[in-house]
């Protein structure tokens, strides 16, 4: 089964601060796409980075960046000097290369920013 | 920027009767998505769409659940008896092989079943 596992279902950071979600994932298949999504209390689902997993340089977004470990299917979000407005709900996933396949999801992991 | 659209923004239903969730994907984009999301649960597939038919559909799209394209920029998620269960945030999203398989997601519509 592809799964993904967001082990930490509460994080909370000072203003300012870093902090960094945790994402693991399985899968057999070696081409893929895999994503932060952020959900905020408005219930939207907002894109905040992406990366290929072809790629070894790992993607940055402004104050975001990733920190891609392949081998050990690892996938975790980082995100800098973290403002009031970063406060949400985090969802990693992933999607299948080469075909119009469904994203899988993490459970997510509540972000609370502290001021 | 180019984005998905979604009607309505919340709606109240009573168990039994039927209810059309409506999505305006990306203009461009060739791949048409349902997702649904519990309150306080993940986010789920329902089913995918690609060439007015569909190409992948998950164990919880049953026999009351049906989509369709009626004309060129409408996409319709159809729930046919609804149940207390079915109460959820449903998510239409579209990509296309351009955009590098990104997702791109609606706001979503709330669905309360009373």
């Known amino acids: 089964a592809q799964t993904v596992t967001q082990s930490q279902p509460e994080m909370s950071v000072q203003e300012a601060e870093t902090v960094t979600l945790s994402c693991t994932y399985d899968t057999s298949e070696s081409d893929y796409y895999l994503f932060w999504y952020k959900q905020p209390p408005s219930r939207q689902m907002i894109l905040v980075i992406r990366q290929e997993a072809y790629k070894q340089q790992n993607a940055t977004e402004n104050r975001f960046s990733v920190n891609f470990q392949k081998a050990a299917k690892s996938f975790s979000l980082k995100i800098s000097d973290s403002q009031l407005g970063d406060a949400a709900m985090y969802f990693c996933a992933y999607i299948l290369v080469g075909s119009a396949r469904q994203l899988t999801f993490g459970s997510g992991t509540q972000l609370t920013v502290l001021p | ?114």
């Open chain 2, 1 to 114: 920027e180019p984005e998905v659209t979604q009607t309505p923004s919340h709606q109240v239903t009573q168990m039994g009767q039927e209810v059309i969730l409506r999505c305006v994907p990306i203009s461009n984009h060739l791949y048409f998505y349902w997702y649904r999301q519990i309150l306080g649960q993940k986010v789920e597939f329902l089913v995918s769409f690609y060439n007015n038919e569909i190409s992948e559909k998950s164990e919880i799209f049953d026999d009351q659940f049906s989509v369709e394209r009626p004309d060129g920029s409408n996409f319709t998620l159809k729930i046919r008896s609804t149940k207390l269960e079915d109460s959820a945030m449903y998510f239409c999203a579209s990509t296309n092989r351009d955009s590098g398989n990104t997702i791109y997601f609606g706001e979503g519509s709330w669905l309360t079943v009373v």
